[in-house]
T-cell receptor, first 109, second 115 residues
């Protein structure tokens, strides 16, 4: 079993829809990251969270430390949001990051 | 302030050759992490380096792979005698400190293809 599980694996949405991607983890963490990876492209860090909620533009990330769960929300989705979204956690017992396998999002115009 | 720079972006090697992947961290960052993303798989930690020191190499294969981060210059991930199974995207990230709450910034990755 992976240390980090994401759902759904694939998601197709109509432009304008509200999108939620979920991440559950099983290890103790010091921080959780949401990353964005475009096809053939590099990785961009969207958020780093250790508690509560953060918002950047149309993106919102929340984390519940007790439940070991985080969500990434995209409001008013747009085709340019199409990418793979990866949840990553940094272990609180070492230097390792553990990554989810990603959620592939396609937003249709 | 340039971000994390990796080069080359794409690298093709024949089986048995050596591959050298370079990562220049963000200015002021002295901590570098290397990750590998195999086709259809998630990212996996390989090695964590601080200037001139390997801190954690628990994710790196014991043979053929090595990494360094010299006092001057980029971090280098070196793969000797490459095999087809080494074909993957290799990403590095850098951070200012090794503190667990410090954000890490990722590079664009190097896509290695072994033919």
């Amino acid at each position: 079993k992976n240390e980090v599980e994401q759902s759904p694996q694939n998601l197709t949405a109509q432009e304008g829809e509200f999108i939620t991607i979920n991440c559950s983890y099983s290890v103790g963490i010091s921080a959780l990251h949401w990353l964005q990876q475009h096809p053939g492209g590099g990785i961009v860090s969207l958020f780093m969270l250790s508690s509560g909620k953060k918002k950047h533009g149309r993106l919102i990330a929340t984390i519940n430390i007790q439940e070991k769960h985080s969500s990434l929300h995209i409001t008013a989705s747009h085709p340019r949001d199409s990418a793979v979204y990866i949840c990553a956690v940094r272990s609180n017992t070492g230097n390792q990051f553990y990554f989810g396998t990603g959620t592939s999002l396609t937003v249709i115009p | 302030n340039a971000g994390v720079m990796q080069n080359p972006r794409h690298l093709v090697r024949r089986r048995g050759q050596e591959a050298r992947l370079r990562c220049s961290p963000m200015k002021g960052h002295s901590h570098v992490y290397w990750y590998r993303q195999l086709p259809e798989e998630g990212l996996k930690f390989m090695v964590y380096l601080q200037k001139e020191n390997i801190i954690d190499e628990s994710g790196m294969p014991k043979e053929r792979f090595s990494a360094e981060f010299p006092k001057e210059g980029p971090s280098i991930l070196r793969i000797q005698q490459v095999v087809r199974g080494d074909s993957a995207a290799y990403f590095c990230a850098s951070s200012w400190t090794g503190n667990m709450n410090t954000e890490a910034f990722f590079g664009q990755g190097t896509r290695l293809t072994v033919v």
